[in-house]
């Protein structure tokens, strides 16, 4: 046996699970052809977001329905083409929005929100990159009267899960955040939340003490696995014998043979980033703006603004009317912003009940899987990583991880 633990992705959720492991002392080989963090784990809104336990899936968006396919302005796009040639998943996404199964799915949200600093700080510690991190809370604005209404429902739904909400008056919004240049009809502060000024540096510290810690980076595409009750064999141009398996390759992770992953209902959320460098200043925390659905955050490398949601393939090209969406309401956001430097697509990977799916594969004793993050990848990957550390070790892990069992009813 070559290693007792082999994971196959390196972005924030699999890097997560290899450092944890590594600290418990396992043997583990980290598989990945491209650079830490790379993927989808680079381009986030950087946000903590310990707040975020309300799904995507929710009864509005069975209201909103009709203007989401038909029409263009909104944060929430769904591709027709898509939608028809996954009718299944469509089916499935939009039955989870039915008011009761959206409170259930928070409530497994907020339990496993709950313990993410307690999986996230040890990382951030063992890798020395708590200069990356910064605690001034996040803030979220309403333009509209009927935004600010709207978020009564989902500041109770919040406070009613254990998240710290503090209601803030538009002046104070405007002092907190002098660069807001929309109207504020309510603001809260998150004060809880924290933001991360480069996610993907964040990724390439923890992968840096993971190798220096003694753990193997392999640069390489694994393409399937062959599991037995002795072991796993990962072929990934060369054959690796391990003890156990961590599917960790977010959105692709259906793509790995004899995983188990491969028949479970993995889509994509596409979101997309505007880099503006040299503006970082223009905000001082990250600031979700409800109804443009996307936050701008303070970056080392200038503003970012991120977020929308595009439900659309994996590999299909940018949709630049995205892009430009998100120009268009970075400027009423935030005034005369310049061209932006960058741009950026990335591929949240998404279950059509928005839980992660973390726990051992059905049938596969020795396979783990761990993907399906959507927009709370960067602030559960910790977690994450030590409950696969747990389940690699052969142990219980200290949270009730039933929610976000593989073999679960995706509706
Ligand atoms: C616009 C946007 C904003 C977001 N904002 C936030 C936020 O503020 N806070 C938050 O918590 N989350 C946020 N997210 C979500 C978060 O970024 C994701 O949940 C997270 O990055 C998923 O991490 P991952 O490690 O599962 O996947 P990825 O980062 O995509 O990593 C998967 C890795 O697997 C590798 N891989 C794929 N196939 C193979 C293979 N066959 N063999 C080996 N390796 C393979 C890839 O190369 C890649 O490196 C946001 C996402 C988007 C798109």
């Given at each position: 046996?070559?290693?007792?633990?082999?994971?196959?992705?390196?972005?924030?959720?699999?890097?997560?699970?290899a450092?944890?492991?590594?600290?418990?002392?396992?043997?583990?080989?980290l598989?990945?052809?491209?650079?830490?963090?790379a993927?989808?784990?680079?381009?986030n809104?950087?946000?903590?977001?310990n707040?975020?336990?309300l799904?995507?899936?929710?009864p509005?968006v069975?209201?909103?329905?009709?203007?989401?396919l038909?029409?263009?302005?909104?944060p929430?796009?769904v591709?027709?083409?898509?939608?028809l040639?996954?009718?299944?998943?469509m089916?499935?996404?939009?039955?989870?929005?039915?008011?009761?199964?959206?409170?259930?799915?928070?409530?497994?949200l907020?339990?496993?929100?709950?313990?993410?600093?307690?999986?996230l700080?040890p990382?951030?510690e063992?890798a020395?990159?708590?200069?990356?991190?910064?605690?001034?809370g996040?803030?979220?604005?309403?333009?509209t009267?009927q935004?600010?209404?709207?978020?009564?429902?989902?500041?109770a739904?919040r406070?009613?899960?254990?998240?710290?909400?503090?209601?803030?008056?538009?002046?104070?919004?405007?002092?907190?955040?002098?660069?807001?240049m929309?109207?504020?009809?309510?603001?809260?502060?998150?004060?809880?939340?924290?933001?991360?000024?480069d996610?993907?540096?964040?990724?390439?510290r923890?992968?840096?003490?993971?190798?220096?810690?003694g753990?193997?980076s392999?640069?390489?595409r694994a393409?399937?696995?062959?599991?037995?009750?002795?072991g796993?064999t990962?072929?990934?141009?060369q054959?690796?014998?391990v003890?156990?398996?961590?599917?960790?390759?977010g959105?692709?992770s259906?793509?790995i043979?004899?995983?188990?992953?491969?028949?479970?209902?993995?889509?994509?959320e596409?979101?997309?980033?505007?880099m503006?460098?040299?503006?970082?200043?223009?905000?001082t925390?990250?600031?979700g703006?409800?109804?443009?659905?996307?936050?701008?955050?303070p970056m080392?490398?200038?503003?970012?603004?991120?977020?929308?949601v595009?439900?659309?393939?994996?590999?299909?090209q940018?949709?630049?009317?995205?892009l430009?969406y998100?120009?268009?309401?970075?400027?009423e956001?935030?005034?005369?912003l310049?061209?932006?430097?960058?741009?950026w697509l990335?591929?949240?990977?998404?279950?059509?009940?928005s839980?992660?799916?973390?726990?051992?594969?059905?049938?596969?004793?020795?396979?783990?899987?761990?993907?399906?993050?959507?927009h709370?990848?960067?602030?559960?990957?910790?977690?994450?990583?030590?409950?696969?550390?747990?389940?690699?070790?052969?142990?219980?892990?200290?949270?009730?991880i039933a929610?976000?069992?593989?073999?679960?009813?995706?509706y």
């Open positions: 046996m070559a290693h007792d633990l082999a994971v196959i992705g390196a972005g924030v959720v699999g890097v997560s699970c450092l944890w492991a590594r600290m418990r002392g396992l043997s583990v080989v598989i990945d052809p491209e650079d830490p963090g993927g989808t784990s680079s381009g809104a950087g946000t903590i977001a707040y975020g336990c799904p995507v899936n929710d509005s069975l209201r909103g329905l009709p203007g989401l038909f029409g263009g302005d909104s929430l796009s591709s027709w083409g898509h939608a040639r996954n009718p299944l998943w089916l499935r996404f939009l039955a989870n929005c039915r008011a009761g199964r959206s409170d259930e799915i928070a409530g497994a907020a339990a496993l929100l709950g313990q993410a600093d307690a999986g700080n990382l951030i063992t020395g990159a708590e200069d990356l991190i910064v605690s001034r996040q803030l979220s604005v309403w333009s009267a935004g600010a209404a709207g978020a009564t429902e989902s500041v739904r406070r009613a899960l254990g998240v710290e909400v503090r209601e803030v008056a538009p002046d104070e919004a405007r002092e907190m955040e002098p660069g807001l929309l109207p504020i009809t309510r603001a809260v502060h998150f004060p809880q939340a924290r933001h991360v000024l996610p993907q540096g964040l990724v390439r923890m992968h840096a003490k993971f190798v220096e810690l753990g193997v392999l640069r390489a393409e399937r696995v062959v599991d037995s009750p002795e796993v990962v072929f990934a141009g054959e690796i014998a003890g156990r398996v961590v599917i960790a390759s959105a692709f259906r793509a043979a004899g995983s188990g992953a491969e028949s479970l209902p993995l889509g994509t596409r979101g997309y980033h505007l503006f460098a040299g503006e970082a200043g223009r905000v925390r990250p600031v703006w409800g109804e443009g659905g996307f936050y701008a955050t080392a490398a200038g503003l970012r603004l991120a977020g929308t595009e439900i659309a393939a994996l590999g299909k940018k949709n630049r009317a995205r430009a998100i120009a268009r309401k970075g400027r956001m935030l005034g005369d310049p061209e932006p430097t960058s741009d990335g591929f949240r990977p998404t279950m059509p009940d839980l992660p799916v973390i726990g051992v594969a059905p049938g596969k004793d020795r396979v783990i899987h761990a993907f399906g993050h959507q709370l990848g960067l602030t559960l990957g910790g977690i994450t990583g030590r409950i696969v550390a747990d389940l690699a070790e052969g142990r219980a892990p200290n949270a009730d929610a976000y069992a593989p073999g679960r009813r995706y």
